[in-house]
């Protein structure tokens, strides 16, 4: 999973799905996690409560990263990396 | 070790992982790659049900499937028109993707499978965590408590209101 992420992340060119594939990544993590904490520590639940602020700031960071995302394509009318280099110098 | 059926449900679990997630990144269509994710994200809930983290699966399923992948409907519909495929991809990339995925799954497995140990462990026992040992833990200030992190939590998610507010405001 993670490394679908890595692939996604290379690959693609649309912005969003780019996101998408950060949230496969972010998923890998998590479960890593959990499945540690499980299987190694059953008696603790520091990576259940990672994974739970894990969660919290993905959210955070997924709607910030798509009203962003909406902000170019209003300015831009496109959301290809490739295509923006306005920024760049 | 476990019973036949919780393996065969692992198992099915496991795939649908693997499965959706190659098709959220290979997939031309944007909408379709939310939907795999989605899918993605309720096999990723299923796994923390099954290993008794109820709580922890709820919550996945509440802000992932609810929110996460509803934003990105949202903004996929808002950003392209739903019939129209991406380009295809350039043979320089797709290579460059392969081998970093590639060399990550291989890094990642090694240090998995060195462990050989672990991977036939039994799933040890562990009492249910109820939600009174969830809500002190998470609002307790003494050692391995939580309320510090969470008030951090609660101040980002109040800055990153602020800032979706500030960024998607028409100038």
Redesign the interface.
């Known amino acids: ?14 912005m ?2 780019m ?3 950060l ?2 990544m972010l ?1 890998a993590v ?2 890593n996690f ?2 540690f904490n ?3 520590f ?5 990576g ?2 990672f ?3 894990a ?10 990263a ?6 170019i ?1 209003r300015a831009e009318k496109n ?1 290809d990396v490739r295509n923006l280099d306005k920024m760049k110098f | 070790m476990e019973s036949v059926g919780s393996l065969i449900l692992y198992f099915i679990v496991a795939l649908a ?2 499965l959706f ?2 098709l ?2 290979t997939t031309r269509k ?1 909408l379709r ?2 939907t795999y ?1 989605l899918f ?2 309720f096999a ?1 809930a299923v ?2 049900f099954m ?3 109820e709580f ?1 699966g709820a ?2 399923i509440a ?2 499937a609810g ?2 992948v509803v ?2 409907v ?3 519909l ?3 028109k739903p019939g129209d495929n ?1 380009e295809r ?1 350039t043979s320089r ?2 290579g ?3 081998v ?3 060399a ?2 291989g890094v ?1 497995g090694y240090a998995l499978f060195s462990r050989c140990e ?1 991977l036939t ?1 039994a ?4 009492e249910a ?1 109820d939600m009174v ?2 809500g002190t ?2 609002m307790g200030s003494s050692h ?1 408590q ?1 309320l510090l ?1 969470f008030e951090a ?1 609660s101040v ?2 109040l800055a ?1 209101i602020i ?2 507010v500030v ?2 405001r028409r100038r």
Request: glycine letters at 6%; a neutral charge.
């Open positions: 999973m993670f490394a679908c992420g890595v692939y996604g992340f290379i690959t693609r060119k649309n969003i799905a996101l998408v594939s949230e496969l998923n998590d479960i959990v499945v499980r299987y190694l059953p008696g603790a639940f520091e259940m409560f994974t739970l602020f969660i919290a700031i993905a959210a955070a960071e997924t709607a910030l798509i009203a962003i995302i909406i902000n394509f959301i | 992982m693997i997630s190659v959220a990144v944007i790659a939310a994710l993605t994200l990723a796994a923390y290993m008794d983290y922890l919550v996945q802000v992932y929110g996460i934003l990105f949202f903004a996929i808002l950003t392209s991406t991809l990339s797709r460059l993707g392969l970093a995925a590639l990550t799954l990642v672990l462990a799933k040890p026992n562990m965590l040992t969830i833990t998470l391995a939580y992190p939590v980002l998610l990153c800032g979706g960024v998607a």
